[in-house]
């Protein structure tokens, strides 16, 4: 499959890492030629340098001839009319970023017209995830799938002496839960029932929601029972303005504190039932000022990682039950089980995880990244061309670094074991270690789904 990403900021980079790590024939284009040439030298990717929206520049690369084109630069009317005019020239499928809140209205619209494939707003999906953290009142969310029917948390044990030096398949605490992953001194790995856990791990746990709230009570994980009231917003930017709004709609009485001036006065004209306060949300004395103590969550999501890392801890020391930090970085995802904060939201992930279901298409559901990419959960539906359908788990000959964790069947959840048997139309959630998606796609989506499905059509 050929992907052209014309942008590469953070998420054109990142896409084109995760695309290469699949196997794909990935180009990358940007304007900026020190850019250019640094990631050259950083990635296994073709990298070009030129303008996408140069019409004779798109034609002697040859834009047409691509399976995707992924415009993700800063400017979303670019990003718009570079898919007006590779659509225009012959491409078969493309994508957008498009943040600006004047478009959210109008996604419908612009794809209708210009014939976009897929619009992405990382500002609006982060929102969404982090307002679906408050108002469900998970703990230690990492994800769910089947339409919420199963959960999947992370768990730092620490020195727990009930997990640590133990087998998983002789641990006692997990009826109804399956160990599907662990972190290990930033390291993700796929376990098995001989995989013994060691002190300071970070165990995924995959359940129904019944066994996993009894798991979270059992040990005490970070939430809270009764429904959230209170929430301070940190950074009044578009992903605090869409989560401000979402919250309030919801009767969530929501404080943001945002430190530009200007800022401020057009989030005054544009939320409604929010109290928007100008200051430093770094400032311990403003925070106390406006109570921080009495609020049930702190959300930090301004542009600095460093920053958000930094009140989300101060407001965990001062007793605030959930904080909530939006992090961007890959080289902070491995220290985040280390603090003492009860969710990083990373909007890269979020992103790529979107991009990733429409590729992969109608056979995937949906997509999380662990550990800032370095393991996949799925969602698949089985077809008739797996080859472990039909047939118990232990003769399926898996490779490593895959595990299937859950089979939906009928609206029941049952955890995956040797003994499971997987027939056509079951959705099946399945873990993977980033180094084995390539062999991932051969072994679950075959010659399945949405664009890949096409593409292969054609060959």
């Known amino acids: 499959m050929k992907v052209l990403i014309v942008g590469a900021g953070k998420l054109g980079v990142r ?26 030298e950083q990635l296994d990717v073709l990298t070009i340098e030129g303008n996408g929206i140069d019409i004779t520049f798109l034609k002697e690369i040859k834009a047409k001839s691509y399976d995707l084109v992924v415009a993700t630069t800063e400017n979303d009317e670019t990003n718009i009319v570079i898919c007006d005019f590779v659509k225009k020239l012959g491409s078969t499928k493309t994508i957008a970023r498009i ?24 500002d609006l999906s982060t929102a969404r995830m982090i307002a679906k953290y ?15 029917r199963v959960r999947i948390v992370d768990f730092n044990i620490k020195t727990n002496e009930r997990f640590v030096g133990r087998r998983i398949m002789d641990l006692s605490d997990l009826q109804g839960l399956l160990i599907a992953a662990v972190s290990r001194e930033n390291d993700l790995l796929i376990p098995n029932g001989e995989t013994i ?3 300071n791990d970070t165990i995924y746990i995959l359940g129904t929601l019944d066994s996993i709230d009894s798991f979270t009570k059992k040990y005490k994980l970070n939430g809270t029972e009764t429904a959230i009231e209170n929430v301070m917003i940190i950074g009044g930017g578009n992903i605090g303005m869409y989560l401000a709004k979402k919250l309030a709609k919801s009767k969530v009485n929501v404080k943001l504190i945002e430190q530009d001036r200007a800022r401020v006065q057009v989030l005054t004209e544009l939320l409604d039932h929010v109290l928007i ?9 403003l925070l106390d000022q406006e109570e921080l103590e009495s609020m049930q969550s702190l959300v930090t999501v301004t542009g600095l990682d460093e920053l958000n890392l930094l009140v989300a801890l101060i407001a965990k020391r001062h007793g605030i039950n959930k ?23 990373n909007p890269l992930n979020i992103t790529v995880s979107n991009i990733l279901k429409f590729v992969r298409g109608d056979r995937v559901e949906s997509i999380s990244l662990l550990l800032g990419g370095e393991g996949e959960v799925s969602e698949i539906i089985a077809n008739k061309e797996m080859m472990f359908v039909n047939k118990p788990l232990y003769k399926a000959n898996l490779p490593k670094g895959m595990l299937i964790g859950a089979i939906i069947r009928d609206g029941e ?18 873990f993977c270690h980033s180094s084995k998606v390539a062999q991932f796609k051969n072994v679950f989506i075959k010659k399945k789904g949405g664009v890949l499905r096409e593409i292969w059509n054609r060959q």
């Open 197 to 199: 856990l060691s002190q």
């Open 99 to 122: 943040r600006d809140i004047e478009y959210s209205n109008q996604t419908q619209f612009i794809k209708d017209t210009i014939g976009i494939d897929l619009i992405i707003n990382p």
């Open 413 to 430: 959840v049952s955890i995956a074991n040797g003994q499971s048997v997987i027939v056509e139309g079951d959705r099946i959630i399945v």
């Open 277 to 285: 306060i100008h200051g430093d949300g770094s400032d311990i004395t």
């Open 134 to 148: 408050l108002l469900r009142d998970m703990t230690y969310y990492t994800g769910e799938f089947a339409n919420g």
């Open 323 to 345: 904080t909530i930090a939006k992090v961007s970085r890959d080289n902070y995802s491995k220290i985040i089980n280390d603090l003492q904060i009860d969710a990083a939201i």
């Open 15 to 40: 896409l084109a890492k995760v695309m290469d790590a699949e196997q794909f024939d990935v180009t990358l284009v940007d304007r900026n030629p020190k850019k250019v040439e640094r990631l050259n």
